[in-house]
T-cell receptor
C-alpha cells in the first residue's frame, strides 16, 4: 500500500516570496509522483509529474519539484509566488506497475498568498 | 476541445436514497476514473474503467458501483446513501489505463441530509 503525507495543511506566504510545499510518500514499489492544483470550486489540474529521468521537473508557470528517492520526498517549490497561486495543492503517487489502482493523494496544502 | 464534463453540478439527497452521477471524458480518452473528495481531504480512488470493463477498485463498500458505456462515458451509482457519502465526486479521464495523464472534471457536489 502507498501513502502520501503533506506536512503542512496551510502555508501563508507574502507575494513575490519563495515557497516550498512538502510531500513525503511511502511505497514498497517504484512510484510515479504528481502535484495537482485545485482552485476554488474547480476540479484538479495536473501541475507537474515525475515518471522517470531527471529528478527535477518543472511546470510552465514557474513551479518545480525534485524527486528524492533516499528521502522519499517530492517537495514543490516556486521562487516567487503571485496572488493567482492561491489554491489547494495535492501531492499524489501511483505505482509504476500499470496505473489501474488510481492515484493516492495527500490531504492537501492550502497556499495562501498575502499581499 | 471540451474537457471532462460531469453532471449534475450539485445534488441533495436524503439518507437511504440512491444517486447516479454522470461523466463524459475528453474525446479520444477511453479510460475513466472516479474519486471521492470529502471536505478537507484529498481525493480517494473509487473505480477505474477502461473499454467498458472495471480495471481497478478502491476500498469502498459494495453500495458504490459504476459502469462505462460504448461512447466511454460513465456513471457512478451509490445506493443506500449515508451522511458520510456527502462529498465532491470527481471524474478523471485518460487515454488508456496506465496513462498517468489524468484530466479531472469539475466534480459533482453531493450533499446527503
Amino acid at each position: 500500500a502507498q501513502s502520501v503525507t503533506q506536512l503542512d495543511s496551510q502555508v501563508p506566504v507574502f507575494e513575490e516570496a519563495p515557497v516550498e510545499l512538502r510531500c513525503n510518500y511511502s511505497s514498497s514499489v517504484s512510484v510515479y509522483l504528481f502535484w495537482y492544483v485545485q482552485y476554488p470550486n474547480q476540479g484538479l489540474q495536473l501541475l507537474l509529474k515525475y515518471l522517470s529521468g531527471s529528478t527535477l521537473v518543472e511546470s510552465i508557470n514557474g513551479f518545480e519539484a525534485e524527486f528524492n528517492k533516499s528521502q522519499t520526498s517530492f517537495h514543490l517549490r516556486k521562487p516567487s509566488v503571485h496572488i493567482s497561486d492561491t489554491a489547494e495543492y495535492f501531492c499524489a503517487v501511483s505505482d509504476s506497475g500499470g496505473g489501474a489502482d488510481g492515484l493516492t493523494f495527500g490531504k492537501g496544502t492550502h497556499l495562501i498568498i498575502q499581499p | 476541445d471540451a474537457g471532462v464534463t460531469q453532471s449534475p453540478t450539485h445534488l441533495i439527497k436524503t439518507r437511504g436514497q440512491q444517486v447516479t452521477l454522470r461523466c463524459s471524458p475528453i474525446s479520444g480518452h477511453k479510460s475513466v476514473s472516479w474519486y471521492q473528495q470529502v471536505l478537507g481531504q484529498g481525493p480517494q480512488f473509487i473505480f477505474q474503467y477502461y473499454e467498458k470493463e472495471e480495471r481497478g477498485r478502491g476500498n469502498f463498500p459494495d453500495r458504490f458501483s459504476a459502469r462505462q458505456f460504448p461512447n466511454y462515458s460513465s456513471e457512478l451509482n451509490v445506493n443506500a446513501l449515508l451522511l458520510g457519502d456527502s462529498a465532491l465526486y470527481l471524474c478523471a479521464s485518460s487515454v488508456y489505463v496506465g496513462s498517468y495523464e489524468q484530466y479531472f472534471g469539475p466534480g459533482t457536489r453531493l450533499t446527503v441530509t
